[in-house]
């Protein structure tokens, strides 16, 4: 299925961004829905697409309550997250997922750049000190560069290993 607003060609020129080294690299919160639409249209990519993630499971209807964020080299999409605030246990946390690269951008330091946005962006909000995501398990020693360390059992998602990570911020 084509992405929308014309993504399907942005696709094919960040491939050719693959071989240079991310340089400028602007991260915006998503509120306009062209932007969201972007974001969805990675997130496409990557999960369904890419690692054949069923759609209903990409989609799973908690997109509204979320706060999306949007890398970008020049106009080109580079990259994209979710993150929300839940409880559990009388704790609160902010909780990041679906952060996606598209595959010729990835080792160049989008998806850190990402991940560093969002911890910065809770950090500012104040209302917790805590940050989740359930990494998958390939992913493990990047979000442990990060500051992020493993708690609880492999678990699967989607047809892909997964484990849970905390971040502590002040």
Same mark, same amino acid.
């Given at each position: 299925?084509?992405?929308?607003?014309?993504?399907?060609? &942005?696709?094919?020129?960040? &491939?050719?961004?693959?071989?240079?080294? &991310?340089?400028?690299?602007?991260?915006?919160? +998503?509120?306009?829905?062209?932007?969201?639409?972007?974001?969805?249209?990675?997130?496409?990519?990557?999960?369904?697409?890419?690692?054949?993630?069923?759609?209903?499971?990409?989609?799973?209807?908690? /997109?509204? +309550?979320?706060?999306?964020?949007?890398? %970008?080299?020049?106009? &080109?999409?580079?990259?994209?997250?979710? =993150? %929300? =605030? %839940? @409880? /559990?246990?009388?704790?609160?946390?902010?909780?990041? @997922?679906?952060?996606?690269?598209?595959?010729?951008?990835?080792?160049?330091?989008?998806?850190?750049?990402?991940?560093?946005?969002?911890?910065?962006?809770?950090?500012?909000?104040? %209302?917790?000190?805590?940050?989740?995501?359930?990494? @998958?398990?390939?992913?493990? +020693?990047? !979000?442990?560069?990060?500051?992020?360390?493993? !708690?609880?059992?492999? =678990?699967?998602?989607?047809?892909?290993?997964?484990?849970?990570?905390?971040?502590?911020?002040?």
């Amino acid at each position: 299925m084509p992405c929308p607003h014309g993504v399907d060609s &942005v696709f094919a020129t960040v &491939v050719r961004w693959s071989k240079r080294p &991310v340089t400028t690299l602007d991260i915006i919160i +998503a509120t306009d829905p062209r932007d969201i639409g972007t974001c969805m249209a990675l997130r496409r990519a990557v999960f369904i697409d890419e690692q054949n993630v069923p759609e209903h499971e990409e989609v799973d209807g908690e /997109d509204d +309550a979320c706060t999306h964020i949007l890398a %970008r080299l020049g106009s &080109v999409p580079a990259g994209a997250a979710r =993150y %929300r =605030y %839940r @409880q /559990d246990a009388g704790r609160h946390y902010a909780k990041i @997922q679906r952060v996606c690269v598209p595959e010729g951008l990835r080792g160049h330091g989008v998806g850190a750049a990402v991940i560093g946005f969002i911890v910065d962006q809770v950090r500012e909000e104040k %209302r917790c000190r805590i940050i989740r995501l359930g990494a @998958q398990t390939h992913a493990l +020693a990047f !979000y442990r560069k990060l500051g992020f360390r493993e !708690y609880g059992a492999e =678990y699967d998602d989607a047809g892909i290993p997964h484990r849970d990570m905390e971040l502590s911020i002040r």
